[in-house]
């Protein structure tokens, strides 16, 4: 519940008790509403199915079943590929780059700077955690705006590289604030265990992540198994920091490179190892 939003979630591995389940559900919003004096608005309330059964189920009476619907400004689709949620942050970007080019012609760059955050990079970092795993194309697609608006802070051409850009503005890749994003969510309000929890060893992997078997594509992009696959692969001196200590030693080491990629960022651990 969030102000007048409400969500009813609903799960199970029988597509008839999902239709059951949903059913119940909104009959008992619906009464609710009508004991205290509150509107359901049935023309505004959506229902998004997720998951292999989504084909075989029913909605209930007067109810409008959606391929996307937007939350608290995520957009979530029944496939969770985030791809719409993707190509509205990108038309946002695009229209923050406009703004900053206005700005920079008349400002200063501590001013543009500023701007930057305020009307780019806040969007930016918005929900990064769930799409910013989703793909490779959605991470490509923004870093690819995001890039557009360095070179318009920077003076550069379209063409010109703007890595050292990136470290001369102090700037982070939208690669790198996902990075810190979901190894920060996997250190502090992950559920997965500690090596150590499950052995009884004292290993110099201790504080390693103990990764769960999992059989779909879709497990390994949720935020906390994702961020403990990259926690793991940091040196053991960041390991061992507490979360705020961790996050703040992540963020300067990060700012010193330009990570565009996953894989870029793998094969700079490594080489600091």
């Known amino acids: 519940m969030f102000a007048d939003d409400t969500v009813l979630l609903t799960g199970s591995n029988s597509s008839e008790l999902l239709d059951i389940n949903t059913y119940i559900s909104v009959s008992m919003a619906q009464q609710y509403c009508d004991s205290n004096d509150l509107v359901?608005?049935?023309?505004?309330?959506?229902?998004?199915?997720?998951?292999?059964?989504?084909?075989?189920?029913?909605?209930?009476?007067?109810?409008?079943?959606?391929?996307?619907?937007?939350?608290?400004?995520?957009?979530?689709?029944?496939?969770?590929?985030?791809?719409?949620?993707?190509?509205?942050?990108?038309?946002?970007?695009?229209?923050?780059?406009?703004?900053?080019?206005?700005?920079?012609?008349?400002?200063?760059?501590?001013?543009?700077?500023?701007?930057?955050?305020?009307?780019?990079?806040?969007?930016?970092?918005?929900?990064?955690?769930?799409?910013?795993?989703?793909?490779?194309?959605?991470?490509?697609?923004?870093?690819?705006?995001?890039?557009?608006?360095?070179?318009?802070?920077?003076?550069?051409?379209?063409?010109?590289?703007?890595?050292?850009?990136?470290?001369?503005?102090?700037?982070?890749?939208?690669?790198?604030?996902?990075?810190?994003?979901?190894?920060?969510?996997?250190?502090?309000?992950?559920?997965?265990?500690?090596?150590?929890?499950?052995?009884?060893?004292h290993t110099r992997h201790g504080n390693d992540f103990s990764l769960p078997i999992h059989r779909t594509a879709l497990f390994s992009k949720k935020p906390c198994y994702a961020g403990a696959k990259l926690f793991n692969l940091l040196p053991q001196d960041f390991k061992n920091c507490d979360t705020k200590t961790l996050k703040r030693r992540l963020l300067n080491w990060l700012k010193d490179r330009s990570i565009y990629t996953l894989d870029e960022f793998k094969t700079s651990i490594n080489s600091f190892h």
């Not at 780019?120 to 990064?128: A, K, T, V, W």
């Open 40 to 201: 359901f608005n049935s023309s505004k309330t959506k229902l998004l199915a997720l998951g292999r059964l989504k084909d075989e189920l029913t909605e209930p009476p007067d109810l409008q079943r959606v391929g996307t619907t937007k939350h608290l400004g995520v957009i979530l689709d029944e496939c969770l590929s985030w791809k719409d949620h993707v190509d509205q942050l990108c038309s946002r970007l695009n229209s923050a780059v406009f703004v900053l080019k206005r700005i920079k012609a008349v400002a200063t760059s501590t001013a543009t700077k500023t701007a930057y955050h305020a009307i780019f990079e806040s969007h930016l970092r918005y929900g990064i955690i769930l799409w910013g795993g989703s793909t490779i194309d959605n991470l490509e697609r923004v870093l690819i705006a995001q890039k557009r608006a360095v070179r318009v802070m920077a003076g550069l051409q379209p063409r010109d590289s703007c890595r050292e850009a990136f470290k001369s503005l102090g700037i982070l890749t939208v690669v790198s604030i996902y990075i810190i994003e979901v190894i920060n969510h996997a250190a502090s309000r992950g559920n997965l265990p500690r090596m150590s929890a499950v052995h009884d060893h």
